[in-house]
């Protein structure tokens, strides 16, 4: 058995910056029509998750500071940028974790 468990990696979108998402998103007409749908999709996979005893780990696309990485990366704002971004966050806190 190995010491390390399985992180599932989703991504979280605050209530307030919904409509902001939807504008600034090239794949927006993918997302759930309201915050509440999505919510409860996203509910559902952390629980399926954490039910087979995978860690979940959160991570709120921030309205700014995606778009000026996606710039600066020169990607278009949608779900494959998302994944990308969320996984320089998850790798970067955890090189800060291991300092």
């Known amino acids: 058995m190995s010491d390390e468990q399985e992180i599932q990696l989703i991504l979280w979108y605050n209530e307030e910056?919904?409509?902001?998402?939807?504008?600034?998103?090239s794949d927006a007409h993918l997302l759930p029509a309201t915050y509440e749908q999505w919510r409860d999709m996203a509910e559902q996979q952390v629980q399926a998750?954490?039910?087979?005893?995978?860690?979940?780990?959160?991570?709120?696309i921030d309205t700014t500071r995606f778009p000026a990485w996606c710039a600066k990366q020169n990607l278009p704002l949608d779900a494959e940028s998302?994944?990308?971004?969320?996984?320089?966050?998850?790798?970067r806190q955890q090189m800060l974790n291991q300092l």
């Open 82 to 91: 998302r994944t990308r971004f969320a996984i320089e966050i998850i790798q």
């Open 17 to 25: 910056d919904w409509d902001t998402y939807r504008e600034l998103f």
């Open 49 to 60: 998750a954490e039910a087979a005893g995978t860690l979940v780990a959160k991570i709120t």
